[in-house]
């Protein structure tokens, strides 16, 4: 076990990573449509090339979760961060739609490489009494960085050229690779092996959410990544109806992530405190922020709505994950968190497809209003599920 002065250091080593990846994907979310539609891309296709990613980080992340038990960490983060940065430089060299979706998958497998075999590193080497606190220190880089990434992004394009982002991310992807290779020690629990010996239903296995803990978890953080996807896919839409400028809605989501990475090392250690009653707690936030979204109509009360959401956000998503992967044994946590962060993609894609639905037959208010009652409702079964274990 890492302890002490090493333990701060890898764990700082593996947030500077993680945060590199997010910010990535945040650079690429505001220009990545209009790049697309340079190339002659349709609205289909450009729907495509943005599924893609989560398409291909869904399948690559629970083998390379097992993998990285197996074979050691390190490898797979040093990879998968200098991979994600060549593979984005491309972005500006491809001249078809085709070539864009090639690439863009490509990213979406080495971006899972980073993500969640990181946040078991997180979880091998914390001490049991205080996961929660490491686990919100790791959200947190996972949250500012997407947070803050369009911010950026979209000023890079616009004084530099849209080409400018692609650049920019890449060359941080390839540094996050050379901090990593020179600075992080390796962790790994496996024998030495060949893939011939690894049975290929191991690679894909389901077998976590067979754990009750895990299982209702899973289903607490697709609940609320689906009332963030409803959020970041609509919320423009929405406060342009009241005046509210573009430049407005963009200083709207990075500031409230920059709150939810702030709050998550506290919330997780009010996890350790507490226990699973943090989920409810944080779920009954989130209901209560996205209704008075639902009703706002300045600036400044969705502002607070908003606030409100990050809050509850904070609270659930760091205790679900902790709850997730708490008693999952230390050699397998790589294989637990490459499942249990597809819960992500999952509810990010059903979340902006269902909600969006929603919105063309209610209205994008009263869809915010039925958000907040669909995330009670499955956080409350699911809580009461929790308590019974």
Do not use: H
């Amino acid at each position: 076990m890492i302890e002490g002065v090493k333990l701060e250091r890898n764990i700082l080593i593996i947030w500077i990573t993680t945060f590199t990846t997010m910010l990535g994907v945040g650079f690429i979310a505001p220009i990545l449509a209009v790049y697309a539609k340079t190339l002659g891309a349709t609205n289909l296709e450009i729907g495509l090339i943005f599924g893609s990613f989560a398409f291909a980080r869904t399948l690559a992340q629970i083998p390379i979760g097992v993998l990285s038990d197996i074979y050691g960490k390190k490898i797979f983060i040093v990879m998968g961060t200098l991979f994600y940065g060549i593979f984005t430089l491309m972005y500006s060299f491809v001249e078809t739609v085709l070539g864009f979706l090639i690439v863009r998958i490509f990213t979406g497998v080495f971006s899972a490489f980073v993500t969640p075999v990181a946040g078991s590193y997180i979880a091998s080497i914390a001490p049991k009494t205080r996961l929660g606190e490491y686990m919100g220190i790791f959200n947190s880089a996972i949250t500012l960085g997407f947070g803050i990434g369009p911010f950026i992004g979209g000023a890079l394009a616009d004084i530099y050229g849209i080409k400018t982002p692609f650049y920019f991310c890449g060359i941080l992807g390839i540094l996050a690779a050379i901090i990593s290779y020179f600075k992080l020690e390796d962790i790994k629990f496996g024998k030495k092996g060949n893939l011939n010996d690894l049975n290929i239903q191991k690679l894909f296995s389901f077998e976590f959410l067979k754990d009750k803990k895990f299982f209702y978890s899973f289903i607490v953080n697709v609940s609320n990544v689906m009332i963030n996807a409803g959020i970041y896919a609509y919320l423009s839409l929405y406060a342009i109806n009241y005046g509210i400028s573009l430049g407005q809605v963009g200083f709207m989501i990075a500031s409230t992530n920059i709150l939810m990475a702030i709050f998550q090392r506290k919330v997780g250690k009010l996890f350790d405190k507490f226990g699973s009653v943090m989920i409810i707690f944080g779920v009954m936030i989130i209901s209560l922020g996205m209704f008075s979204l639902s009703k706002s109509t300045t600036f400044l009360s969705m502002l607070i709505s908003l606030t409100i959401v990050a809050i509850g956000s904070s609270a659930s998503s760091t205790s679900t994950l902790s709850l997730a992967v708490r008693d999952i044994p230390v050699q397998r946590k790589g294989e637990a968190m490459g499942l249990f962060t597809t819960s992500m993609n999952i509810g990010m894609f059903i979340g902006a497809v269902s909600f969006g639905f929603l919105a063309d037959i209610l209205g994008i208010a009263n869809m915010y209003r039925f958000s907040a009652l669909f995330s009670l409702i499955v956080g409350s079964l699911a809580y009461l599920k929790i308590r019974k274990l």
